[in-house]
Nanobody, 117 residues
Framework: QVQLAQSGGGLVQAGGSLRLSCAAS????????IGWFRQAPGKQRDLVVT???????NYADSVRGRFTISRDNAKNTVYLQMDSLKPEDTAVYYC???????????WGQGTQVTVSS
């Protein structure tokens, strides 16, 4: 079992920056992939970025070069630094973890990011 507790988010003007945090607890040593997804109103939940245990990182084309995932292993926390934000980045952002040993996925509670034009 893994628990994911998110913080951060809010309202920002276009061109601004925000940082999201996701603190993992439980069987954190078993996490194979961690990352972020987002869901805009009326749309499906989409990949933002994932990072494997070995560091392989996969960014969505729409955020590559503007968003950066980072990890503090000592704190079991993953961050999403979002720069040059655009109105189309407005969505609920979810932290994500996958454990290959159980083939189970875990989600954070979600946090709203709103970018005004």
């Amino acid at each position: 079992q893994v628990q994911l507790a998110q913080s951060g988010g809010g309202l920002v003007q276009a061109g601004g920056s925000l940082r999201l945090s996701c603190a993992a607890s439980g069987s954190t040593s078993s996490i194979t992939v961690i990352g972020w997804f987002r869901q805009a109103p009326g749309k499906q939940r989409d990949l933002v970025v994932t990072q494997s245990r070995l560091g392989t990182t996969n960014y969505a084309d729409s955020v590559r070069g503007r968003f950066t995932i980072s990890r503090d292993n000592a704190k079991n926390t993953v961050y999403l630094q979002m720069d040059s934000l655009k109105p189309e980045d407005t969505a609920v952002y979810y932290c994500y973890a996958y454990l290959s040993i159980t083939r189970l996925e875990y989600w954070g509670q979600g946090t709203q990011v709103t970018v005004s034009s």
